[in-house]
């Protein structure tokens, strides 16, 4: 497979997307303050859990490049143009929010180093440094909405049903309402990615190589 780019490129899309969502989940449950429900001082006593938990996420992102890569591949098969500005900010975006989890290791030291309070106060500062929310956090947000323009131009090209762009989105907000976000909302981020996924695994190398303006099967 490592000698054919085409299976390579299809098969990893694919896989990402089944692997992501399951990362992502892992992480919010091992995240010590969504499960607790103490949000001051928990990051402090459990560092762990928080290392633990943050590099889940992080690789939860990170490795949501791929499938961006994939679908924007498959969606520029009817909508070239559609398919690579909103795949763009998805994969600008996402890759933005992974670098936000280094803000749990923040807390995690703050919160040891100082009175818990005071240090969750200084971690809420930093993050809201406006080159931290400006330079990060609304490019990572505006990346989720990317993710959810992208598999509707994808579903638009038939390559994909409408509703797992919308799926992919609660997931990722909703997951970390622990603990009922976190299992709805997580099923559907699994159940819209994966159903994309799938589908990539499953078509031939020829249907994925196929080129703009491609029949539809």
Not at 41 to 54: C, D, L, M, T
Not at 93 to 106: K, P, Q, R
Not at 131 to 140: D, K, L, T
């Amino acid at each position: 497979m490592l000698r054919d780019p085409v299976r390579f490129f299809r098969t990893v899309a694919g896989t990402s997307l089944l692997v992501v969502p399951v990362l992502y989940l892992a992480g919010l449950v091992v995240d010590p303050a969504l499960r607790t429900g103490v949000e001051v001082g928990s990051y402090g006593a459990h560092p762990g859990q928080v290392s633990v938990s943050a590099s889940l996420l992080h690789w939860s992102w990170v490795l949501l490049v791929p499938g961006l890569l994939g679908m924007t591949h498959l969606a520029a098969k009817r909508a070239p143009v559609a398919a690579h500005v909103t795949g763009a900010v998805a994969v600008l975006g996402v890759i933005n929010f992974s670098a936000l989890m280094l803000g749990d290791f923040t807390y995690s030291r703050l919160e040891r180093v100082m009175e818990p309070q005071a240090g969750s106060d200084l971690g809420d500062l930093i993050g809201a440094d406006p080159g931290g929310v400006w330079g990060f956090q609304v490019p990572g947000f505006a990346g989720l909405l990317g993710v959810l323009l992208l598999a509707l131009v994808l579903a638009y090209g038939k390559q994909g049903p409408w509703w797992a762009g919308p799926a992919m989105l609660a997931g990722a907000l909703g997951g970390p309402v622990f603990p009922v976000g976190t299992i709805v909302c997580g099923a559907l981020y699994l159940a819209g990615a994966g159903v994309i996924g799938l589908r990539m695994l499953r078509m031939s190398d020829e249907d994925w190589a196929a080129g703009p303006l491609a029949a539809v099967r």
